[in-house]
């Protein structure tokens, strides 16, 4: 096995007394795609909170060579992990080159921000046309360009996305994923945490099952696809 | 760069500005007084817009800053300990205490927000104000309900801000001298305010508002910025809080009670959250109305009806709230609203 990306220990998340992740192990290797399927409420956005530091947890994260849970989360970003949040979180009252330039903070040089910029409303031309709109008046999908197009302005090694097909159309669904897919091919490693199984299994090399705060099957999408468990429940046959 | 137009647009601004205290003070001197605390809670809104209008974090407690700034100018100048400092000495020294009192309630608020950060700043404008209430026993650090006496007025040489001197066949009255410090005052608060909202700083103060999670991920330090926000918008309340037991001579734990926060807010969001010259204008509108309809209501009433029908008081709230109504209803983002939440509104009616 390479040496993993990101690799997460025993991880766990509790809301109060109630637990969300309850002890799971899992690791991503550079250059890959990978995804943490399962239901609503079984833990899936939770784990990526907590590898994102946004939510305090139990257990190991390991990143590169380093532990990352006792940084906070604002050093993430430099450090080239990025989250793309759920629900699309981007500043609403900014326009769309406001927030993608919000995703290059951290960063001082101004010539690569330049080029990185350039490079996204290459990837992503329909942000370009709408570079000078409010953010909050673009289309949820756009939307969704937009967080991801902030994501990558911090040049990532490892992007975390989650459930970027949210509420989405089923075009633009099929959009995204090839934005997404192209991201991925450029060498970004990347962990995709979705409801929409076959979606992601069908992009992702590898898959993990969550049911309850626990992953319950870890294989490669091919097998996942073809297992007979995971067609009756998420896939709907 | 400005164009000849504009330059000489802010000339003639100038010249009102420096003219007004003495057209002002042919009229009556007690509106020169007005002026001055239009001027300070102009400061204060300025102050409080970095907290709500910058950073989006709502504060009802915001009187307490300036609380904090009035009792250590007391403190430091007057019989009451028998110190007797100078303002230049006392006015920073009120802006730190201001500025760690509020760091002290920031720093426990940090993940609250919306509603449940304006009830923990209400309480916390409540206990500093009955802190200053209490604290006359066993030391007699505040003087109770009495207040403080006998305040010193700022002195710069023979300069002397509570009497009159004459230059030139122009006197200077107190209040005019005052008026000229507050107004420099006011400019050097209005330069930072202008340049913090467009630095690193304002964005991301402006990032934090919009979505505090995205604002991480983005590799900002929420933490730290929140609280600068708290502590600058305090640093503000204070210096204004200096002058203010300056000017007055006097100050009392009455002064500093829930209305004046809310007067303090309903400024900011009347002229337009988040845009300098709008919390200018809204504090301007709201510090001169009440005191223009306290000066009319009683003689226009007399004129028309021979006899006072309303009490001036009420019909002067009864109007300045109808003012505050009509204002939310017609123009929602405020008088002059900040340039983002315009379009953003804007677009929405499209």
Redesign the interface.
């Known amino acids: 096995m390479a040496q993993a990306l990101l690799e997460a220990l025993n991880l766990q998340v509790h809301y109060g007394g109630i637990a969300a992740v309850k002890g799971i192990s899992f690791a991503v290797e550079q250059g890959e795609m990978v995804c943490l399927i399962g239901a609503n409420g079984a833990g899936k956005t939770s784990t990526l909170k907590a590898l994102?530091r946004?939510i305090p947890s139990r257990g190991e994260i390991h990143y590169g060579n380093r532990r990352i849970e006792t940084l906070?989360?604002?050093?993430?970003?430099?450090k080239g992990l990025?989250?793309?949040?759920e629900g699309r979180?981007?500043?609403?009252?900014?326009t769309v080159a406001?927030n993608l330039l919000?995703?290059a903070?951290?960063r001082n040089d101004a010539n690569g921000i330049a080029v990185d910029l350039a490079r996204i409303y290459d990837l992503l031309p329909r942000l370009k046309e709408r570079s000078s709109?409010?953010a909050?008046?673009l289309s949820g999908g756009e939307q969704q360009m937009l967080?991801i197009g902030?994501?990558l302005m911090?040049r990532p090694k490892l992007l975390l996305l989650d459930e970027p097909s949210m509420g989405l159309a089923p075009l633009m669904v099929q959009k995204v994923f090839e934005v997404v897919q192209k991201i991925a091919a450029e060498g970004v490693t990347i962990l995709l945490v979705e409801q929409n199984a076959r979606l992601a299994l069908e992009v992702c090399s590898r898959g993990y099952v969550m049911e309850s705060g626990l992953i319950t099957l870890a294989d490669s999408s091919v097998a996942l696809l073809a297992d007979s468990r995971v067609r009756t429940a998420y896939l709907g046959e | 760069m400005k164009t000849n137009r504009e330059r000489f647009g802010l000339a003639l601004i100038a010249i009102a500005l420096i003219a007004l205290p003495f057209v002002l003070a042919s009229v009556g001197t007690a509106w020169v007084r007005i002026t001055n605390f239009a001027v300070l809670f102009t400061l204060l809104s300025l102050g409080l817009n970095i907290v709500v209008g910058f950073a989006g974090l709502l504060d009802l407690g915001y009187v307490a800053f300036f609380a904090v700034g009035a009792y250590v100018y007391a403190l430091l100048a007057s019989p009451h300990f028998g110190l007797h400092l100078p303002f230049w000495v006392i006015l920073p020294i009120g802006a730190t205490v201001a500025c760690i009192a509020g760091v002290v309630l920031g720093a426990p608020t940090l993940r609250l927000r919306g509603d449940y950060l304006a009830i923990v700043t209400l309480g916390f404008g409540e206990i500093v104000r009955i802190f200053m209430n209490n604290l006359s026993s066993p030391v007699n650090l505040t003087n109770g309900p009495k207040g403080i006496n006998r305040i010193d007025p700022f002195q710069i040489g023979p300069l002397n801000f509570s009497a009159s001197d004459s230059f030139g066949g122009l006197v200077f009255s107190g209040p005019i001298k005052y008026y000229y410090f507050l107004l420099l005052v006011l400019l050097a608060v209005i330069i930072i305010n202008r340049r913090l909202q467009d630095s690193?700083i304002g964005?991301?103060w402006?990032?934090i508002r919009?979505?505090e999670?995205?604002?991480?991920?983005?590799?900002?330090?929420?933490?730290n910025i929140k609280l600068l926000a708290f502590a600058m918008g305090a640093s503000f309340g204070g210096i204004a809080g200096g002058m203010f037991a300056a000017i007055q001579g006097f100050v009392s734990p009455e002064s500093f009670i829930l209305n004046e926060s809310i007067m303090i807010l309903a400024m900011v969001v009347l002229g337009g959250m988040g845009n300098i010259w709008g919390v200018v204008a809204g504090a301007v509108l709201l510090s001169f109305v009440p005191e223009l309809l306290r000066y009319t209501v009683e003689p226009a009433q007399k004129a028309l009806f021979g006899k006072l029908l309303v009490d001036p008081e009420v019909l002067r709230m009864l109007i300045f709230g109808l003012a505050l109504v009509l204002t939310m209803r017609f123009r929602p983002a405020g008088l002059w609203p900040e340039m983002?939440?315009r379009?953003?509104l804007d677009?929405?009616r499209a």
């Open positions: 994102a946004m906070p989360s604002h050093e993430l970003i430099g990025a989250l793309v949040p979180g981007v500043f609403a009252r900014l406001e919000m995703g903070y951290h709109q409010v909050g008046t967080a902030r994501a911090g | 690193r964005r991301a402006v990032a919009e979505d999670i995205a604002a991480r991920a983005s590799g900002i330090n929420t933490r983002r939440h379009r953003e677009q929405d």
